[in-house]
T-cell receptor, first 118, second 113 residues
Framework: AQKVTQAQTEISVVEKEDVTLDCVYE???????LFWYKQPPSGELVFLIR??????QNEISGRYSWNFQKSTSSFNFTITASQVVDSAVYFC???????????????FGKGTKLSVKP | DVKVTQSSRYLVKRTGEKVFLECVQD?????MFWYRQDPGLGLRLIYF???????EKGDIPEGYSVSREKKERFSLILESASTSQTSMYLC????????????FGSGTRLTVV
């Protein structure tokens, strides 16, 4: 069965600190996809990144970076020099290939609430 | 700008009422989903649909039904609302084929009194 664990329920940091959000996944599929979403206080989940299981290169987008390690089944998300606007709930998600029906549905972790204080 | 639109941002209903939550997407996506979000429980899948008139139960379908008569619209129905269904409801859609990310609506916060 597929599963995503975000062990950190809540994290609080002071602005300009770096913060890493952990994501550990379980799957028997050899081909799968990993995602991160951000949910600001307004409520709408915003897509941040998708990574497939064959691409273990780390990704950097501005202050955001993602570290994918198949050996530890982890897909961690780091925010460098955090800002108040980064305050949100962040979800990690996993999907297999979409063969139709539920096969490609996203399995979400329970989310990590990040509070960045000025 | 492509989007998923949920008809109401906030909704207050009485116990026993039949409640309709509407979701419309303009991206010609095959797949649509309804989730509820509660503190500490994350996102829980209620129902999903991968084609017009097709529907599948998610993890917590009890007390809910859905309708998908047109590709762009996916409705969630609470047959007889109860206070336990007070929650944030999120609709999402996604193209068929390789699993792209979902596009989410902004959510409907439903309070049943």
């Amino acid at each position: 069965a597929q599963k995503v664990t975000q062990a950190q329920t809540e994290i609080s940091v002071v602005e300009k600190e770096d913060v890493t959000l952990d994501c550990v996944y379980e799957t028997r599929d050899t081909t799968y996809y990993l995602f991160w979403y951000k949910q600001p206080p307004s409520g709408e989940l915003v897509f941040l990144i998708r990574r497939n299981s064959f691409d273990e290169q780390n990704e950097i987008s501005g202050r955001y970076s993602w570290n994918f390690q198949k050996s530890t089944s982890s897909f961690n998300f780091t925010i460098t020099a955090s800002q108040v606007v980064d305050s949100a709930v962040y979800f990690c998600a996993l999907s297999g290939l979409n063969y139709g029906g539920s096969q490609g549905n996203l399995i979400f972790g329970k989310g990590t609430k990040l509070s960045v204080k000025p | 700008d492509v989007k998923v639109t949920q008809s109401s941002r906030y909704l207050v209903k009485r116990t026993g009422e039949k409640v309709f939550l509407e979701c419309v997407q303009d991206m010609d996506h095959e797949n649509m989903f309804w989730y509820r979000q509660d503190p500490g429980l994350g996102l829980r899948l209620i129902y999903f649909s991968y084609d017009v008139k097709m529907k599948e139960k998610g993890d917590i379908p009890e007390g809910y039904s859905v309708s998908r008569e047109k590709k762009e619209r996916f409705s969630l129905i609470l047959e007889s609302a109860s206070t336990s269904q007070t929650s944030m409801y999120l609709c999402a859609s996604r193209p068929g084929g390789v699993p792209y990310g979902y596009t989410f609506g902004s959510g409907t916060r439903l309070t049943v009194v």
